[in-house]
């Protein structure tokens, strides 16, 4: 089993930035990707970027894209979030899929198999 516990969010301008970070506990193997959604009230979950293991696939949603930054760390994973707009207001998640089946629900949308509870980010105009 596989746990994940965000921290880092709250309530900032927009133009401003936030750092998250995402505690990852569990066994090493099979190896996850890590990775990062959201969800607004009213819409649906969002990917919004996710990083392989070895650091060495990096993938970001369009809408984020320039703004945000994926990184690892020990047993850890970062979201760093720069240029925050109202628009990126949301629940956000850290999740863990396997190496295995990753990028496949990464590109067709398919939950990925680990989450985390969410934490709150608000961005006001």
């Known amino acids: 089993q596989v746990h994940l516990a965000e921290a880092g969010g709250g309530s900032v301008q927009a133009g401003g930035s936030l750092r998250l970070s995402c505690a990852v506990a569990?066994?090493?193997?099979?190896?996850?990707?890590l990775g990062w959604f959201r969800q607004a009230p009213g819409k649906e979950n969002e990917r919004v970027a996710a990083?392989?293991?070895?650091?060495?696939i990096i993938e970001y949603a369009d809408p984020v894209k320039g703004r945000f930054t994926i990184s690892l760390g020990e047993n850890s994973v970062y979201l760093q979030m720069n240029s925050l707009k109202p628009e990126d207001t949301a629940m956000y998640y850290c999740?863990?899929?396997?190496?295995?089946?990753?990028?496949?629900?990464?590109?067709?949308?398919?939950?990925?198999?680990?989450w985390g509870q969410g934490i709150q980010v608000t961005v006001s105009s």
């Open positions: 999740a863990a899929d396997p190496v295995s089946s990753w990028w496949e629900k990464w590109t067709s949308g398919g939950r990925w198999d680990y």
């Open positions: 569990g066994p090493i193997y099979p190896r996850r990707c």
């Open positions: 990083i392989s293991p070895d650091g060495s």
